[in-house]
């Protein structure tokens, strides 16, 4: 099977609970399993985390998990199941989840429920709070509740995910995404959190909110990763900005060098066909031409019809888009290099471009690594060619499940005829082929390495 660069996040739900299924998941390219906790028991994520392991290891495979966390959503409370609106109709507020910040509410505030699928404008007469609709339809019980523009003193964390935050520990997730991101303060509350649980794992900032957008250069510098959460952002801001953020968004953690994924109806008419639409088709190319880390499946797996085939999907065109991708990130980002790890794959970037320009063969990057961050140095400048990651410690491989083109292999040793054994057993080497090799080892203070091996 040919080998995807941009990474593929699967959620977990329902469709694909099966060994089997999940089985074909990561066989069809799946590169991490998501676990949204907005969703079904804690009990059962605790059994499917420890079921993708298992089938992980069953196949020989190396897949991150991530839990996303589920914040203080608003929801709302009807009386009944639903009820019926029409545009202009004026209806009592919504009894909500949060109801402490209705007396924050002013007349004219608009109210998003449902992602949007309903438009009501807040109206506040006498001691009453009415609600005007300008849509039309069957409003669902507990559906999202969304006040965009509006600063609201809300938790960073409620008690489900604090319970959350303890299945996270026992099973050692590599990934913890936050909901609901305001400010950098979120993120410093989440990490003192999980200090106390004394996991290890890489924060995820989910950016669905205008407050996030406005302190995104601050949320990035305390995040070892970013999800650009298209959904409730499309709330949040005006449909027609979406894009135009996600762009700026990816920019933004490819110059930092921390990985980005891109999320929400990817593939969502496969919840129920077959085939994809073109216009969804173009959204996953055009996040490769973004250069984004990762692309995202959310209901497509979890309770859509076609789970797998989804999955296949996505990744023949992240393939095909990849290689269409030519132009030198040297050109598109003033990269920062400060740091001697970043120097030296700012040189094995360009040692790659010259070789390649030369019309040589070439199969890849080899680097030895003890803490990933000449892995994740490299992995921003984009190349078009696997970065095989070796290492010793099985908790910095798997947090590299999200970055760009790293295929993270354990080794005990920095060895590099067993590194070269390793790959041409998984049929990685091809004759002919130039691997550009880096060694960095750290503990050997001021050995740092960088050559080509040319293989016959």
């Not at 196949?59 to 914040?71: H, K, N, S």
């Not at 199941?81 to 919504?94: A, T």
């Not at 789970?307 to 990130?329: C, G, H, W, Y």
Request: charged residues 25%.
């Amino acid at each position: 099977m040919e080998r995807h660069l941009t990474k593929i996040v699967a959620t977990v739900g329902p469709a694909c609970q099966s060994e089997k299924t999940i089985g074909e998941l990561i066989q069809a390219g799946v590169n991490i399993f998501r676990f949204n906790f907005k969703h079904n028991t804690l009990d059962w994520h605790d059994r499917m985390i420890q079921k993708v392991n298992r089938v992980a290891m069953h196949l020989g495979a190396r897949v991150g998990t991530l839990i996303d966390l589920q914040g203080p959503e608003i929801r709302i409370k009807l009386p009944k199941e639903k009820i019926l609106v029409k545009k202009g109709q004026i209806i009592p507020f919504f009894t909500i989840t949060h109801p402490q910040l209705i007396p924050l509410l002013k007349t004219g505030q608009k109210i998003i429920v449902d992602d949007g699928k309903f438009k009501f404008v807040f109206n506040k007469k006498s001691r009453n709070n009415f609600l005007i609709s300008e849509s039309d339809g069957f409003v669902l019980n507990k559906k999202t509740l969304n006040i965009p523009g509006l600063n609201f003193p809300l938790p960073v964390l409620i008690d489900r995910d604090f319970q959350g935050l303890h299945l996270a520990a026992r099973n050692q997730v590599d990934y913890v995404a936050l909901s609901f991101v305001r400010s950098a303060d979120d993120i410093s509350i989440l990490r003192r959190e999980i200090k106390k649980f004394k996991l290890d794992t890489s924060v995820i900032a989910k950016i669905e909110t205008n407050m996030a957008l406005k302190n995104l250069d601050k949320i990035l510098t305390v995040s070892d990763g970013i999800m650009v959460a298209r959904g409730d952002l499309g709330v949040e801001i005006p449909l027609e900005e979406v894009p135009y953020q996600q762009k700026i968004i990816i920019k933004k953690c490819i110059l930092k060098g921390i990985p980005v994924i891109t999320a929400t109806q990817m593939l969502e008419s496969m919840i129920t066909a077959p085939i994809p639409t073109r216009a969804e088709i173009s959204d996953i190319a055009n996040a490769t031409y973004d250069l984004t880390d990762a692309v995202m499946l959310s209901g497509e797996t979890a309770t859509g019809k076609y789970p797998v085939q989804a999955v296949e999907i996505m990744r023949k065109t992240l393939i095909f888009n990849e290689k269409k991708n030519l132009v030198d990130s040297r050109l598109r980002f003033n990269f920062n290099v400060e740091e001697e790890y970043e120097f030296l794959a700012e040189a094995a970037y360009g040692l790659y471009r010259s070789i390649s320009q030369k019309k040589r063969t070439f199969a890849g990057f080899i680097v030895f690594t003890t803490n990933g961050q000449a892995i994740r140095a490299l992995a921003r400048y984009r190349p078009l060619f696997p970065i095989f990651a070796f290492m010793s410690d099985s908790r910095i491989a798997d947090q590299l499940a999200a970055s760009f083109g790293v295929n993270a292999i354990i080794l005990q040793e920095q060895n590099l005829e067993k590194a070269f054994a390793f790959l041409k057993k998984a049929n990685y080497l091809k004759k002919g082929g130039d691997i550009f090799i880096i060694l960095y080892p750290t503990s050997q203070k001021g050995t740092r390495v960088l050559g080509i091996s040319h293989i016959n």
